[in-house]
């Protein structure tokens, strides 16, 4: 069977959504996925990023909680997943590409969220962390402390 699409992407894995520059996974080279259609290309992003991927945080205005599934599967891609045509100067989410997308693509950009894109800013990120990541008590060496 021929290769229909062959597209070049670079890949950056940010913690919030407007962070300008992320940290690329691929130390800055371009990767090609050689795919077949849409639902190919997307399966083959999700196997590229999905090691990067952490359990979903929902964000309720000041609030932070884990999403009840703990690691992300193929169906929550555009929780996590944004792409950015660097030609048409377009972003999209992975569920919003077709075959028609894919054709003349020179480069695409894929931005990886952590816990997702709903930490939007630097400010939520940092509450987040102290919300969710952070120990809320030390013992007298700093190690988190173990409540009984």
């Given amino acids: 069977m021929q290769t229909l ?22 130390s800055n080279e371009a990767k090609i996925f050689e795919c077949n259609s849409a639902k190919d290309f997307v399966e083959k992003i999700f196997t590229h990023v999905s090691l ?11 609030e932070f909680s ?4 703990g690691t992300p ?18 972003y ?9 997308m894919l054709q003349n693509k020179d480069k695409l950009a894929i931005y990886i969220y952590l816990y997702s894109i709903a ?4 400010i939520l990120f940092k509450n987040m962390k ?5 120990a809320t008590q030390t013992d007298r060496a700093g190690a988190a402390a173990i409540e009984s």
Avoid: M
């Fill in 5 to 26: 699409f062959n597209i070049k992407f670079k890949s950056q894995l940010h913690e919030f959504k407007v962070q300008t520059f992320g940290i690329y996974i691929d």
């Fill in 52 to 62: 990067h991927l952490k359990r979903e945080v929902i964000v309720n205005g000041e």
């Fill in 66 to 69: 884990w999403a009840e599934i």
């Fill in 73 to 90: 599967t193929i169906n929550d891609i555009d929780k996590f997943v944004i792409i950015h045509d660097n030609t048409a100067k377009r």
């Fill in 92 to 100: 999209f989410s992975p569920s919003e590409v077709t075959s028609e």
């Fill in 119 to 122: 930490i939007s800013n630097a």
């Fill in 130 to 134: 102290c919300s969710l990541l952070t």
